[in-house]
C-alpha cells in the first residue's frame, strides 16, 4: 500500500494545524503572575477607548469625575472632567494638555522635545520595580459590576508609595486604583463606577512605543547642558529627562526641567532665575507634594506624586556646580 | 522686610502662627510699611479667594491703626508728663507701653474685629444679611464645606505656578507609574477643604 505522504510531510501538515491553536492558546492564556497583568494594564490603557463615571477619595473629601479616553491614530486623546464643587477639566489631544480650574488662568502644557509619547507608554520593568517594590497578587474583587484582579505594589522604604490596581478580568484596564500611605492605608482612591468600552481593540491604533531598553538618561549626556547636579538622590531614583530653559517668543519663559523616576514614582525638579514668588518651603494637594527653595540665585520647585520626605531629599541634594565645574 | 517674615505672614493669614512669633510679627507690620502693605494684600486675596465681600474698609487698616494711635499719643503725653513730675521713672515705659498698645490694636485689627463685627451686613449689604443680624439663625452642628486653596498657599501667583509644574510635571511622567489610567485624576479631582 502506498502511503499517504512522507512522514517529514506529515510532520509538517501537523506543525501547520497546531500552528495557529498554539498561537491563540498563548495570546489567550489567562496572565498569570502579577507582573505580567501590570503589563496587561499598560497595553490596555494604551489601546482601549472607554468612557465612565468615577469617584475620587481623598481623606473624607469624595468628588465625581467623567473621563472620556480614546486612542486615535496612536494618539491617545483624553476628557476628564469633575461633576462635584467648582468646574476642573483636563483636556489632552495630541502633546497639548489643557486644564481649566476655578480662580485661575487656563494651563496649557504642550510636550516637545522628547520623542513622540515614549515616556508615557513605556512599558512596565518588573526587573526594575522589583528593586523598589514587591509585587503580589491579591486576589479577585468586583468592581463596578466586573470582575478585578487586584495586585499590589508594595515599596521597600518609605521613599515611595505604594499601589493596589484593581486590574479588569476581561480588559487589563485598572478599574480601582488605591495610593497606599506608610501605615499601609489608602491616602487617596479612584474607582469607575461605570465604564463603558467605545471602540474595538483594531479600531484604533495603539500608542505603539513600547521600549524596555534602559530608561534613563546618563548624567554625562547632558554635562553640557546644565550647571547643576543631585548630590545624593534618593535611593532608586534615576534621571529619565532633561530639558535646559528656554524663552518662547510668544509665552512665558520655562524653567530647567529634571524628570526622575524610580520606574514608577516620578519627581520633577523646576529651576529658573529668583525673581520671588515661588515656593519657600513645603506644601501639598492630595498625596502630590512639593517643596521650593533658593539655592545660588535660582529658585528651585520640586513636585511629584511621592512623600513629603522625598520631595524634600531632592531639593537638599540638589547643587549648583557653575560654568566652570562642568 | 524679610522672608521669613514673609512666610509668618502667610501662617499668619492661615491661622497657623505661634504665638511668640505672633507678636514680633506684629510689631513689624507695625514698623514696617512694606510688610504692612503686604499683610493686607494678603488679607483681600484671602478674601477674594474665599469668596468673601472685600469693601474699601478693609483696606489701610495698618494705617488706620498708626493713626489712631498717633491720636492717642498726643492725649496721653500730657498724662504722662503730669505723671512724670511725680514718678518720673514711668515715663521710661511709654515707648513699651505704646508699643504694647500697638501690637494689640493690631492685634484686635486682626482677630477680634471680625470675630465681632460682620463686616458683609452694614447698611449697604444685601436685604438678606440684614435680617440674619436681626434674626441670627441657630448655628448648624454641621456645615456645607467648601473648597479652599489648592496647594494651601495664599497667592494666587503662586498657586497657579505650582499648578502649571504639576500638568508640565504629569505630562511627562510616565502614565504606568502615576494612578494607571488617571494622570490627572488627583489634580481635577482635588478640592481642598477649608
Known amino acids: ?7 517529514r510531510s506529515l510532520v509538517w501538515i501537523l506543525a501547520a494545524c497546531l500552528m495557529p491553536w498554539m498561537a491563540t492558546g498563548l495570546a489567550a492564556a489567562p496572565p498569570n503572575s502579577a507582573a505580567s497583568q501590570l503589563q496587561r494594564m499598560a497595553d490596555a490603557v494604551n489601546s482601549l477607548s472607554f468612557e465612565g463615571t468615577l469617584v475620587y477619595l481623598h481623606k473624607n473629601r469624595l468628588e465625581t469625575l467623567h473621563i472620556r479616553h480614546s486612542i486615535e491614530d496612536g494618539q491617545v486623546r483624553e476628557r476628564l472632567i469633575s461633576m462635584t464643587g467648582p468646574v476642573r477639566a ?13 480662580n485661575s488662568q487656563t494651563i496649557s502644557v504642550r510636550r516637545h522635545g522628547v520623542t513622540h509619547d515614549l515616556l508615557r507608554s513605556r512599558a512596565l520593568d518588573p526587573d526594575l520595580l522589583g528593586h523598589h517594590y514587591q509585587v503580589h497578587g491579591l486576589g479577585a474583587a468586583r468592581v ?37 500611605g506608610a501605615e499601609a492605608e489608602p491616602i487617596e482612591q479612584i474607582m469607575f463606577t461605570s465604564l463603558q468600552l467605545t471602540h474595538d481593540d483594531a479600531s484604533g491604533n495603539p500608542v505603539t512605543s513600547r521600549s524596555t531598553g534602559p530608561r534613563h538618561k546618563p548624567w554625562s549626556a547632558i554635562a553640557a547642558e546644565t550647571h547643576w547636579r543631585f548630590a545624593q538622590m534618593p535611593d532608586g531614583f534615576e534621571l529619565l529627562m532633561h530639558k535646559a530653559a528656554t524663552q518662547p517668543a510668544n509665552g512665558p519663559a520655562e524653567p530647567e526641567h529634571f524628570l526622575l523616576s524610580d520606574g514608577l514614582a516620578a519627581v520633577s525638579v523646576y529651576i529658573e532665575p529668583d525673581s520671588g514668588g515661588g515656593l519657600l518651603g513645603e506644601t501639598r494637594i492630595g498625596a502630590i507634594h512639593a517643596a521650593g527653595g533658593r539655592i545660588a540665585g535660582y529658585h528651585v520647585t520640586v513636585v511629584g506624586e511621592v512623600p513629603a520626605a522625598t520631595v524634600a531629599m531632592f531639593l537638599a541634594s540638589l547643587e549648583y556646580i557653575g560654568e566652570d565645574v562642568r | 522686610m524679610r522672608d521669613d517674615q514673609t512666610q509668618q505672614l502667610s501662617a499668619l493669614i492661615d491661622g497657623e502662627l505661634g504665638p511668640r512669633s505672633m507678636v514680633s510679627l506684629l510689631d513689624a507690620i507695625e514698623s514696617d510699611p512694606d510688610l504692612a502693605a503686604r499683610w493686607e494684600r ?4 484671602s478674601a477674594v ?32 508728663s503730669r505723671s512724670q513730675r511725680r514718678r518720673p521713672s514711668m515715663a521710661r515705659f511709654a515707648p513699651f507701653v505704646g508699643a504694647g498698645l500697638a501690637a494689640s490694636a493690631a492685634f484686635l485689627a486682626v482677630f477680634a474685629v471680625p470675630t465681632f463685627f460682620d463686616f458683609g451686613s452694614g447698611p449697604e449689604g444685601p436685604p438678606g ?13 454641621f456645615s456645607l464645606v467648601q473648597g479652599g486653596p489648592r496647594w494651601h498657599v495664599s497667592e494666587p501667583e503662586l498657586e497657579t505656578k505650582l499648578d502649571r509644574f504639576l500638568v508640565t510635571h504629569q505630562e511627562y511622567a510616565p502614565t504606568a507609574g502615576i494612578k494607571g489610567l ?13
Do not use: W
Open chain 2, 49 to 80: 479667594l474665599h469668596r468673601e465681600r472685600v469693601r474699601d474698609a478693609y483696606r489701610g487698616v495698618a494705617d488706620a491703626v498708626s493713626v489712631r494711635l498717633a491720636q492717642e499719643a498726643t492725649v496721653l503725653a500730657p498724662e504722662a
Open chain 2, 182 to 194: 488617571l494622570p490627572y485624576a488627583t489634580f481635577v479631582g482635588y478640592e481642598a477643604a477649608r
Open chain 2, 129 to 141: 444679611s440684614r435680617v440674619a443680624v436681626s434674626e441670627p439663625a441657630p448655628t448648624p452642628p
Open chain 2, 42 to 45: 494678603y488679607h483681600l486675596i
Open chain 1, 1 to 7: 500500500m502506498k502511503p499517504l505522504a512522507d512522514p
Open chain 1, 90 to 102: 483636563v483636556t489632552r489631544e495630541d502633546d497639548e494638555v489643557t486644564c481649566v480650574l476655578p
Open chain 1, 144 to 180: 463596578a459590576g466586573r470582575e478585578t484582579e487586584v495586585v499590589g505594589l508594595v515599596p521597600r522604604d518609605d521613599l515611595r508609595y505604594g499601589y493596589r490596581f484593581y486590574l479588569d478580568r476581561e480588559t487589563g484596564l485598572p478599574l480601582k486604583t488605591d495610593l497606599m
